[in-house]
């Protein structure tokens, strides 16, 4: 009885969590990493889907806003850069004052988007990386393998299987982190580009209204100051 319960003490452990255990110390920092790099990678893909949900509703807003004062976050940011614009006390024509808006108000969008693209390198240098890094633990783990054989001169399973199995879960950790990485990195940029492509359609509307404004208001001015002088002359 107490043969049988020492032998099965000494019994190596095949499960996935002891062959991670007993695995090579290079092997092992290399499982370390790709599992740091894939908890790194859902962080940064939780925090961009919040904050491309928050862009979009932002950019629905851009549409419909009209005043700086009643808008906040990046719809306020966009229009304030816009009427900074129209009011510069510039004497251009309403063409290039319309362009010199617009150019202002895709500046501060351009900001904006470059705030929420933090991250993204990352997302893309594990997804191109972390394969790369599990094959060289599968490399190691094999190179492990055939000096095993060598030293206890057997090819039986149970000398070559620990070694093969710790190299699989290093791959497997690799593909792992690689592919939630390269799968969010293609969607979060197709969603910021589609975003900015709606954000420049409000932006020339945008545009276009505070032209059309800055000109009702400079045709309103002059004629006000003619009834002024009609009156002043009867008044005479």
Same mark, same amino acid.
Request: aromatic content about 6%; cysteine-free; overall charge neutral.
């Given at each position: 009885?107490?043969?049988?319960?020492?032998?099965?003490a000494?019994?190596?452990?095949?499960?996935? =969590?002891?062959?991670?255990?007993?695995?090579?110390?290079? #092997?092992?920092?290399?499982? *370390? !990493?790709? #599992?740091?790099a894939?908890?790194?990678t =859902?962080a *940064?893909i939780?925090?961009?889907?919040i904050?491309?949900?928050?862009?979009?509703?932002?950019i629905r807003?851009?549409?419909t806003a &009209?005043?700086?004062q009643s808008?906040r976050? !990046?719809v306020?940011?966009v229009?304030?850069?816009?009427?900074?614009?129209?009011d510069?006390?510039?004497?251009? +024509?309403?063409g290039e004052?319309?362009?010199?808006?617009e150019?202002?108000?895709?500046?501060? !969008?351009?900001?904006?988007?470059q705030?929420?693209?933090?991250?993204?390198?990352? !997302?893309?240098? +594990?997804?191109?990386?972390?394969?790369?890094i599990?094959?060289?633990g599968?490399? =190691?783990? *094999?190179?492990?393998?055939?000096?095993?054989i060598?030293?206890?001169k057997?090819?039986?399973?149970?000398?070559?299987?620990?070694?093969?199995?710790e190299?699989l879960?290093?791959?497997?950790?690799?593909l792992?982190?690689a592919i939630?990485?390269?799968m969010?990195?293609?969607?979060?940029?197709?969603?910021?580009?589609?975003?900015y492509?709606k954000?420049?359609?409000? *932006?020339?509307?945008l545009? &276009?209204?505070?032209?059309?404004?800055?000109? &009702?208001?400079?045709v309103?001015?002059?004629r006000s100051?003619t009834?002024?002088?009609?009156?002043?002359?009867k008044?005479?």
């Amino acid at each position: 009885m107490e043969q049988e319960i020492a032998v099965a003490a000494a019994a190596p452990d095949y499960s996935v =969590w002891g062959l991670v255990m007993q695995a090579d110390p290079v #092997v092992k920092g290399v499982m *370390i !990493l790709l #599992v740091l790099a894939s908890v790194a990678t =859902w962080a *940064i893909i939780f925090e961009k889907i919040i904050r491309v949900a928050i862009l979009n509703r932002a950019i629905r807003r851009l549409g419909t806003a &009209r005043d700086s004062q009643s808008s906040r976050g !990046l719809v306020r940011d966009v229009l304030l850069a816009g009427e900074h614009e129209a009011d510069a006390p510039l004497d251009d +024509t309403p063409g290039e004052k319309r362009r010199r808006i617009e150019s202002a108000m895709r500046h501060e !969008l351009k900001a904006q988007l470059q705030r929420i693209e933090i991250g993204l390198p990352f !997302l893309a240098t +594990t997804g191109s990386a972390a394969p790369f890094i599990g094959l060289f633990g599968t490399v =190691w783990g *094999i190179v492990n393998s055939f000096t095993a054989i060598a030293q206890q001169k057997d090819t039986s399973l149970a000398v070559v299987a620990p070694g093969i199995a710790e190299a699989l879960i290093a791959t497997a950790l690799g593909l792992a982190a690689a592919i939630p990485a390269v799968m969010a990195y293609n969607m979060i940029s197709v969603a910021l580009g589609r975003a900015y492509a709606k954000g420049n359609d409000a *932006i020339i509307e945008l545009a &276009r209204e505070f032209v059309v404004g800055d000109a &009702r208001s400079d045709v309103r001015r002059p004629r006000s100051a003619t009834v002024e002088r009609i009156h002043a002359g009867k008044h005479s």
